[in-house]
T-cell receptor
Framework: GDSVTQMEGPVTLSEEAFLTINCTYTATGYPSLFWYVQYPGEGLQLLLKATKADDKGSNKGFEATYRKETTSFHLEKGSVQVSDSAVYFCALSRISGSARQLTFGSGTQLTVLP | DGGITQSPKYLFRKEGQNVTLSCEQNLNHDAMYWYRQDPGQGLRLIYYSQIVNDFQKGDIAEGYSVSREKKESFPLTVTSAQKNPTAFYLC?????????FGSGTRLTVV
């Protein structure tokens, strides 16, 4: 079955540092790939997505490229801020009827220090 | 604004009691989902529904039940058969191009 493996956390960085959170996946066919962010006590918000190989998703300075040859979708940001502190989830989806089932990684806790 | 409303945000129950978590959406989405989140783990699918009056088990359905009598509503009942019910529960809905999550209900069973 489908699976997503994320870099284990927690990750602690200083403000303005470079961020990489690794994500690899196992799936047949061509799933869509996502990064979600969860702030304390809240639900998940979509950060970015990519729907086909070589697509680059980007939002709020974060980027991730769908690499089919390495089955990866690593999240990067050139300069993190304290407000980026949150849990980040990598996920893939495939469609079953009208439902879009998501398979999540275990999440990576990011803390950015001032 | 359209969205998903989960209530309550915090819920406490005694062991052995059934409890129902509410999820309402006004996005006109066909599909709705319930996920469970435990510390240090990703989200695991409990149940999902593609249309009214139809739903399917997810990966961890044991000890849970759902209903989908209206398109807007997908309540989750945590029964006394669920061995470890204390968790953060997230409801979501989707159309073809996107998933929307509620803000979650934290259930604590004492």
């Amino acid at each position: 079955g489908d699976s997503v493996t994320q870099m284990e956390g927690p990750v602690t960085l200083s403000e303005e540092a470079f961020l990489t959170i690794n994500c690899t996946y196992t799936a047949t066919g061509y799933p869509s790939l996502f990064w979600y962010v969860q702030y304390p006590g809240e639900g998940l918000q979509l950060l970015l997505k990519a729907t086909k190989a070589d697509d680059k998703g980007s939002n709020k300075g974060f980027e991730a490229t769908y690499r089919k040859e390495t089955t990866s979708f690593h999240l990067e940001k050139g300069s993190v801020q304290v407000s980026d502190s949150a849990v980040y989830f990598c996920a893939l989806s495939r469609i079953s009827g009208s439902a879009r089932q998501l398979t999540f990684g275990s999440g990576t806790q990011l803390t950015v220090l001032p | 604004d359209g969205g998903i409303t989960q209530s309550p945000k915090y819920l406490f129950r005694k062991e052995g009691q059934n409890v129902t978590l509410s999820c309402e959406q006004n996005l006109n989405h066909d599909a709705m989902y319930w996920y469970r989140q435990d510390p240090g783990q990703g989200l695991r699918l409990i149940y999902y529904s593609q249309i009214v009056n139809d739903f399917q088990k997810g990966d961890i359905a044991e000890g849970y039940s759902v209903s989908r009598e209206k398109k807007e509503s997908f309540p989750l009942t945590v029964t006394s058969a669920q061995k470890n019910p204390t968790a953060f529960y997230l409801c979501a809905s989707s159309m073809a191009h996107g998933y929307t999550f509620g803000s979650g209900t934290r259930l604590t069973v004492v």
